[in-house]
């Protein structure tokens, strides 16, 4: 394990950029953000972004249209900053987009991008989830509400750029996955989470309710972190609802984040409990077996879903009573990277 030393409060949030070398963008409740490049499990900051508000930076992305750029966001702003310039300390954004607020204190919880970087997301604390188009200048394209009170996280689906995917929840608190078509604003279908722990008689489940925490695509599949340890398998490939694939107990309190890795078979997750786990999840992937009723019509073999994702690799990461933010992945140097409260940045090797 190393340590990445520079930011001055807790690390909020994480990308890498998916090369031989590993460049890694993070952001920090100190209000700024850092690129580092890390080498041989070490690693040193190159440049530091300063958005100018002294707020938290929530989300962090390189972008993939524009290869000099990136993308912060803090506040209900999303920053823009040219890596061309020669300055090793970016005080001033090339372009800042500010959007709407609904409410006091409205912040954009996360950004994604489309596949191709056309297109980004941004989805804030009123439950409302922004398209965005990048062109030489990030503008609003589109705007959705999916959610009635919070929007956790949107991420375009891979392959098929209509469709965004979000999660969040209502003014009731019933968490729900919507799969949304962005071009005609249609919500095509939801999900609601509750619905999965309606007949728990756990004590601990009545207390702990599964609010989503974050979300991750991979193209045909999505992964939904719950606050109550569970981590949710989903089908995208249909049209209608989203099919369950698997929901096992990922951790033992909250998820903070889920990554897909070695070509989409595996998982990757950390909770709250100071864990971060690698799933195989093979097998929960695999098509149903369908068996035929006697009157020929066909269904599941199993009406109840029985947990198929299994553990392959386990790190505990307690340090002191502080906890894990966020991850990152770099799979060529089969590096997670841990944004954490105690202001660090770990890189965690695994081998499977």
Request: aromatic share 6%.
């Amino acid at each position: 394990m190393f340590v990445l030393n520079g930011h001055t409060s807790q690390v909020t949030s994480l990308a890498c950029r998916e090369r031989e070398e590993c460049t890694l963008l993070s952001g920090s409740d100190d209000g700024t953000a850092r690129l580092w490049s890390v080498k041989n499990q070490s690693g040193r900051s190159i440049r530091s972004f300063f958005c100018g508000n002294k707020a938290s930076i929530s989300s962090v992305s390189f972008s993939k249209k524009h290869e000099h750029e990136v993308h912060l966001a803090s506040s209900n702003n999303i920053y823009t900053f040219d890596l061309r310039r020669d300055e090793v300390i970016m005080l001033k954004s090339d372009h800042t987009l500010s959007l709407p607020t609904h409410s006091e204190n409205d912040e954009i919880n996360a950004i994604s991008s489309n596949q191709k970087g056309e297109l980004l997301s941004a989805c804030d604390d009123s439950g409302y989830v922004y398209i965005l188009s990048n062109d030489d200048k990030l503008s609003i394209k589109t705007v959705l509400h999916p959610h009635q009170n919070v929007c956790m996280q949107s991420m375009f689906r891979q392959d098929a750029d209509v469709e965004i995917v979000s999660v969040g929840s209502d003014l009731d608190l019933q968490s729900s996955l919507v799969r949304s078509n962005w071009t005609t604003k249609a919500s095509v279908t939801k999900f609601d989470f509750n619905s999965l722990f309606s007949n728990s008689t756990d004590a601990k489940q009545i207390f702990n309710p599964p609010i989503v925490q974050c979300l991750n695509i991979n193209g045909n599949h999505a992964s939904v972190g719950l606050g109550n340890g569970n981590c949710v398998l989903f089908d995208l490939t249909k049209k209608g609802p989203a099919s369950i694939l698997d929901v096992f107990k990922a951790h033992e309190s909250s998820l903070t984040q889920t990554a897909f890795i070695n070509n989409n078979s595996m998982l990757v997750t950390s909770g709250l409990d100071d864990k971060i786990s690698i799933w195989d999840i093979r097998q929960a992937l695999l098509p149903k077996k369908m068996v035929p009723k006697k009157k020929g019509v066909a269904k599941p073999k199993n009406s109840h879903i029985e947990s198929k994702s299994t553990k392959v690799w386990c790190h505990d990461h307690t340090l002191d009573d502080l906890r894990i933010n966020c991850i990152s992945v770099h799979e060529e140097s089969k590096t997670i990277f841990v944004g954490h409260q105690s202001n660090r940045i770990f890189g965690i090797p695994y081998n499977l």
